[in-house]
């Protein structure tokens, strides 16, 4: 079976430092959803500034799991850190908008799990050819890791938080992707 996929990133953050010795902000960001009624959208906190190893819990309202959420609903995160502090930040979920100038392609989704990940994904996915790659990139687009599509198991472990695309591609051709959250 075959869908569409696009990666349109609405970013919608607030920078905010929890203590004046160890600067450190947080925000929410959302991918967007694929159509008017999927609730299919992805959400994730991501760290800013000098946030090394931050200890956080996080409290979304309505509730969210594992990439669910659903456009027009504006979910809101209530994050405290370690040392009881609280900052709350918004994040609208919107659609992918219809006149977009790149043209869609249409992909296999490549089963990946766990995700959401921390250390390590394995991506379920046979290779058609020995040109095929693994090809990951972040939010902003740019190409993070690359290995050889005969790769089951990924290390992510020097991923920054937040949410990514994976592709399959060969020959500069993407012939496969799916979403992936990294926390």
Request: glycine share 4%; charged share 15%.
């Amino acid at each position: 079976m075959k869908k569409t996929i696009s990666m349109v990133f609405i970013f919608i953050c607030s920078l905010c430092s929890f203590s004046q010795s160890n600067p450190c902000g947080f925000g929410v960001v959302s991918s967007a959803a694929s159509c008017e009624t999927c609730c299919d959208a992805c959400l994730a906190v991501l760290t800013f500034g000098n946030c090394s190893n931050p200890l956080y819990s996080v409290q979304w309202s309505p509730s969210y799991y594992m990439c669910n959420a659903c456009p027009g609903t504006t979910y809101t995160a209530t994050i405290q850190d370690n040392y009881g502090n609280t900052i709350i930040d918004s994040v609208l979920v919107d659609t992918i908008p219809v006149n977009l100038s790149i043209k869609e392609i249409e992909v296999e989704p490549i089963e990946i799990y766990p995700n959401p990940a921390q250390n390590e994904i394995i991506v379920n996915y046979l290779p058609e050819n020995n040109n095929e790659e693994i090809v990951i990139y972040d939010i902003a687009g740019k190409q993070v890791l690359k290995e050889s599509a005969g790769e089951t198991a990924i290390d992510i472990q020097n991923l920054l938080p937040g949410i990514y695309l994976v592709t399959i591609q060969s020959d500069l051709r993407i012939v496969a992707q799916s979403k992936l959250i990294k926390y």
